[in-house]
């Protein structure tokens, strides 16, 4: 059996050949394989209305399922177009076969705006053929990143190495380390694709029914990933002490950075996954339906062309009351860069602004949905579901502030990870850059703009929030460039995601592109990434001393 296992995997993996010929021959092994399957399962018996119509055989199933996926996602052409032909020759023997459900990779942008794979410059597209051939999937996460080619390729070369080169931990850890850090934040989408890839790494699949299950060193990161996801500034070295000196389970240093990279990189994707409403992958649960269609029987030639799709209607308001939105926007950035030329503040008035911007991102609120909490299938995998974000310093709890020239990225946190776990600081800082110096030079509609003042405005907003400060930054510029709908939604795609809601997403900067909204996104990604990892690095660092 486990030979044939990975025979079959072998053939799939084929598909991600650069070699057309070696696709054509994998492609020609799964047609055989399923057509033989399918035709000795038989037709199946009219579908009554409420069953779920789907051929008995879960193996069959899930074999169609991927390949309804490889006919949209597949980056090469000719394996799209045999997965369709596939599909239609099942559909002929009388056997239904899937549909996908939503439309497209996000629920916050149309599916018309977000790249097709097949209509992708060559940049993008050798980018997702790459991606493709290591996962054998090109994810929506990808896909929504293809906006921003340059940042998804360095995104891609750092999670690849986090994933799957040669580091202190094993390969099995690290993905679990993603599942224990996405359900933090209830984020179904990255724990079920990382319980595909656990499994397929060799992982235990015991320790899925839940942490208590997982080894008593993996166990001992509950309390780690906790504050870092929610309240990073509580962190001491006496956390990592506990690590490191825990008898028969302690970890190395090595490995510590290394599960601290992961937990934040994981913290931080999901933050981006809810930010901006990905949709899950069309071959995992959620993602596609063996029930027909209730208007029109659904035939394959709508995979090609996208039909059988909820109609994305426009607002019909449109822009009447928010005409002007990017201008006042450039004009405040043309004030505030004359009021820079004129007067420079004292370094006491910088300090009572950050203090200022600080208590007052506290009264941002964030949307609170019904204290809706997470399914047993998520909660298992962490322990503590009540513990979540508390506004910096609230009620008298005094934490003070972490002041960025006593620790920074540049100065320290990157020597540290690149002397521990060689390589990676150098892809994280490239990471970094990326998404603070990202532009095109445009806002909306307007080309030759200078954006750096607004990046940077988010940038430390988020680091604000987090209590990190910049003494050279006057923090009254945010509330100048950031309206209070764009903070709620990025407080609660920063500090609690799930609770992100597709209302939000189109509240802020409703003039902007989608693509301009994408880059916020990984601006706060990126921001939260490093905001956690200073906070880790700066306890690491002084348990060392």
Known sequence: MEAQDQDSAGRWVGLG????????????????????????????????????????????????????????????????????????????LG?????????????????????????????TQTIFEDAFAVLRRLDNISLVMGFHPQYLESFLRTQHYLLQMDGPLSLHYRHYIGIMAAARHQCSYLVNLHVNDFLQVGGDPKWLNGLDEAPQKLQQLSELNKILAHRPWLLTKEHIEGLLKAEEHSWSLAELIHAV????????????????????????????TFRPPSLSQYCVCDIANGNGHA?????????????????????????????????????????????????????????????????????????????????????????????????????????????????????????FQMAYNLTYNTMATHKDVD???????????????????????????????????????????????????????????????????VHVNLLLMEARMQAELLYALRAITRYMT
């Open 17 to 92: 050949s650069r070699d057309a010929s070696s696709r054509i021959e994998a492609m020609e092994h799964i047609r055989q394989d399923v057509l033989s399957k399918v035709k000795a399962i038989g037709p199946l018996p009219p579908v009554s209305p409420g069953a779920s119509g789907s051929p008995p055989n879960s193996d069959v199933n899930d074999t169609l399922a991927h390949l309804l996926m490889l006919s949209k996602r597949c980056p090469f052409e000719d394996v799209r177009d045999q997965c369709i032909l596939v599909l239609q020759a099942v559909q002929d």
């Open 95 to 123: 056997v239904r076969i899937p549909r996908p459900l939503g439309n497209g990779p996000s629920r916050f942008i149309p599916e018309k705006e977000i790249l097709q794979v097949s209509k992708v410059d060559t940049r």
């Open 261 to 288: 990279v992961l937990l934040t990189h994981y913290h931080s994707l999901a933050s981006f996954t809810f930010g901006c409403g990905i949709m899950p992958e069309i071959h995992c649960d959620g993602g596609h």
């Open 311 to 431: 109609i994305h209607h426009d607002d019909p308001l449109g822009n009447q009351e928010l005409c002007g939105e990017v201008e006042v926007l450039m004009e405040r950035m043309r004030q505030l860069q004359e009021c820079r030329d004129d007067e420079e503040a004292s370094q006491e008035e910088m300090a009572t602004r950050f203090e200022r911007e600080k208590t007052e991102s506290m009264l941002v609120i964030m949307a609170e949905d019904d204290e809706n909490a997470p399914s047993r299938d998520i909660s298992r995998h962490f322990e503590d579901p009540t513990y979540g974000y508390k506004d910096f310093s609230r009620r008298g709890e005094h934490v003070p502030t972490f002041r960025a020239q006593d620790y920074s990225w540049e100065d320290h946190g990157y020597s540290l990870v690149n002397r521990l776990y060689p390589d990676v600081g150098q892809m994280l800082d490239e990471k």
């Open 451 to 517: 954006t750096s003042m607004l990046r940077r405005a988010i940038w430390n907003y988020i680091h604000c929030m987090f209590g990190i400060r910049y003494d050279d930054y006057d923090y009254g510029e945010i509330n100048q460039l950031l309206d209070r709908s764009f903070k709620i939604y990025i407080k609660t795609m920063v500090c609690s995601p799930e609770k992100t809601t597709k209302r939000m997403y189109e509240s802020f900067w409703r003039q902007f592109q989608h693509s301009e909204k």
